[in-house]
C-alpha cells in the first residue's frame, strides 16, 4: 500500500512533525521527513493541528431524518409517551428506507471526523429488527469509513411491550454488539425485571449492555448500585455503559463522589449527553474518580427535536460551555473525551499516533486545541485505517 506521508502536522497542536501512514497504521513520528520512498503520497498540512479521530459513544442513527425534507415540529414539550408515539409515528410514516436515511447521516458523521461510532437501533414489536438488519448491513457497508457498532435498543421498554425481549435475543443472534436498557424504573417499572433480562442477555451472548437511565435523584442512584452489583457478580467490568444519567445531573457533593467512586470501581463507563435543559455531570470530579466516559452525538434531527448534526466536536464544544470551561486544560479534556478517553470508555483500541496505532485521524485549522474547541473549523482532512475519507466536510471519491 501507498506510504502517505502527512507533513507540517501538529499532533494534538504541538510542533510540526511527519506523520507517516502505511497499512492502514500509523507507521512513524518524526520531526523531519523521512527519505522519499517512490508513490509516496505527500500532503502537506501546512502547521494543521491533526488529533485522533472522533469517537461518537452514542448515537441514534437509525432515528435521524438527516437528507429528508424539514420535518415540522409542533409538540412543545417532549414526554415519554409523547417520545413514544413519534417513535412509532416515524415507522410508520418515514417512506425512505432506515439504512438510506442512516446513511446519509452517518456520512455526514464521518465527514465531520467521527471514526468509531455507536449508535443504538430500535427494537419494538411495532418496528421488529428492520433497525437491527439495516446497522448491521451499514456496519459492512461502512466500515472503510468508520467502525460502527451496535446496540439493541428498547425504545419503547421490554416488559411494557411484550414481545420486545424475544426480539432483542434475535438480534443479539444477528450480531447485535451490545443490548440495551431503558428506564427500568421509569418505563417499565419493574426495575429489577428489567435489569435481569438485560443482564440476562449480555451474559448469554458476551456482548455489551447500554442503559438509558432517565431516573433521577434516589431512585437513579438506587438503579446505579444495582446496576454496579449485577456488572461485578456477572464480571461485565468495562462493558457497561450509561447514558442520559439524569441522577448524575446535579446530585450533592458527596453523593457525586459515592456515585463516581461505585461507577469506577464496577468499571461503568458514562456516556455524556448534552441536553438542553438539563445540567452537564460533573465531568472534571467525575475522571478524578475514575470514571470513564465518551460523549455522544445522541438524537441528531430526528422526530423528537431538530437539534443535533453528528458532529463530536460541535459536541464538545456544547459540553465546554454548559461546563463553563474556560482554562486551556479543560477545552482539552473536552475534547478527549471526544478522542481518546471516549475510546477507552467503550473498550476499543488506542488511536493516538504510536506506532502501529490505527491510522484514525482528523487535521483541524487552527492555533490550539482550546481554540478548535471553542470556535470549530471544517475538517480539512480526515483519516481512517489510513485512507483519506473526507475533505472539508465532504466524503472523498467514491466513499
Ligand atoms: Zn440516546
Known sequence: MTRILLTNARLDGGEPRTVAVRDGVIDAVTDQPPAPEPGDHVEDLAGQIVV???????????????????????????????????????????????????????????????TSIRTFADVAPEIGLEGVEAMLQLRQDMRHLTDLTVV????????????????????????????????????????????????????????????????????????IRRIAE????????????????????????????????TLAEAGIAVAVGVHG??????????????????????????????????DMLSRAMFMAYKCYFRRDEDLEFALRIATTLGRDALGWPRADFRPGDPADLVALPGQALGEVVVSPPKRSLVMKAGRIVARYGKLVGNS
Open 52 to 114: 485522533p479521530g472522533f469517537v461518537d459513544g452514542h448515537c441514534h442513527a437509525d432515528k435521524s431524518l438527516w437528507g429528508e425534507p424539514w420535518a415540522r415540529r409542533t409538540s412543545e414539550v417532549i414526554s415519554m409517551d409523547q417520545m413514544f408515539e413519534d417513535t412509532v409515528a416515524q415507522w410508520a410514516a418515514t417512506t425512505t428506507p432506515v439504512a438510506t436515511r442512516a446513511r446519509a447521516f452517518l456520512g455526514a458523521c464521518v465527514a465531520a471526523g467521527s
Open 152 to 223: 439493541a435498543f428498547p425504545q419503547l421498554g421490554i416488559l411494557r411491550k411484550p414481545g420486545t425481549e424475544v426480539l432483542l435475543e434475535e438480534a443479539l443472534k444477528l450480531g447485535a454488539h451490545a443490548i440495551g436498557g431503558l428506564d427500568p424504573a421509569g418505563v417499565d417499572g419493574d426495575a429489577i425485571a428489567q435489569l435481569d433480562i438485560v443482564f440476562g442477555l449480555a451474559a448469554k451472548y458476551g456482548v455489551a449492555v447500554d442503559f438509558h437511565m432517565h431516573e433521577d435523584g434516589e431512585l437513579g442512584w438506587w438503579l
Open 230 to 261: 449485577r456488572t461485578k457478580a456477572l464480571g461485565l467490568q468495562g462493558k457497561v455503559c450509561l447514558c442520559d444519567v439524569f441522577s448524575l445531573a446535579d446530585p450533592t457533593p458527596q453523593r457525586l463522589r459515592e456515585m463516581g467512586d
Open 277 to 310: 435543559l438539563l445540567p452537564v455531570p460533573d465531568v472534571r470530579t467525575l475522571h478524578g474518580l475514575g470514571v470513564k466516559m465518551c460523549l455522544g452525538s445522541d438524537s441528531s434531527r430526528s422526530l423528537w427535536s431538530p437539534w443535533g448534526d453528528g
